[in-house]
């Protein structure tokens, strides 16, 4: 095993990620901080949010956004507040 890799089951699916990133998705994630995003919601959630989740699970990847053409900020959610 690798000192800088590590793999977990994630989704159903046995993953690689790099150790330092593990469990950090949240707080690189656009989406988190976003009006729009509605998890566990899909019929009210974001279209491309909806999409980056459907292809994550196809795949068993996890997508930050780091961009997004359609961000509305949630003052309330955001992952920024603390940066």
């Not at 990620?17 to 707080?27: F, L, P, W």
Request: net charge negative; proline share 7%.
């Amino acid at each position: 095993m690798s000192d800088k890799f590590t793999t977990y089951e994630h989704h159903g699916t046995q993953v690689w990620v790099a150790k330092a990133d593990k469990g950090q998705h949240r707080e690189h994630c656009l989406c988190y901080s976003c009006k729009s995003f509605k998890p566990g919601e899909p019929e009210n959630n974001c279209p491309i949010a909806n999409m980056n989740y459907a292809l994550c699970i196809l795949e068993g990847m996890v997508l930050p956004v780091w961009e997004c053409p359609k961000f509305d900020e949630d003052p309330n959610e955001s992952i920024y507040l603390s940066r």
